[in-house]
Nanobody
């Protein structure tokens, strides 16, 4: 069974940092990409970053370039999103996803992501 479990969200002041984790199971992480997405109230889910373990590609949305860093620990089956210099507009529920099409499909950076975690709330206060 494909599972993705996010953790690490919370409340932080503008300019602060958080590190999100995505623990994966049910598939071989090194054979797949993992993406981070976010969804703010009333807005569509949008891609933030992904790491493709098949070719070491890393991709960032323009809105987070230079502030967010994605990384992974294959041995721990975990992908991280380090978020620095957070802004109020980064407030959203953050999801990690795999390009295994089992549910909602969202395209990002040329990949279709279709397996999702439950999400973790990130709130940035001004």
């Amino acid at each position: 069974e494909v599972q993705l479990v996010e953790s690490g969200g919370g409340l932080v002041q503008a300019g602060g940092s958080l590190r999100l984790s995505c623990a994966t199971s049910g598939f071989t992480l090194e054979d797949y990409a993992i993406g981070w997405f976010r969804q703010a109230p009333g807005k569509e889910r949008e891609g933030v970053s992904y790491i493709d373990h098949t070719d070491d590609t890393i991709y960032y949305a323009d809105s987070v370039k230079g502030r967010f860093t994605i990384s992974s620990d294959i041995d721990k089956n975990t992908v991280y999103l380090q978020m620095n210099n957070l802004k109020p507009e980064d407030t959203a529920v953050y999801y990690c996803a795999a390009p295994i099409l089992l549910g909602l499909v969202v395209e990002f950076g040329g990949l279709d992501f279709g397996s999702w975690g439950q999400g973790t709330q990130v709130t940035v206060s001004a």
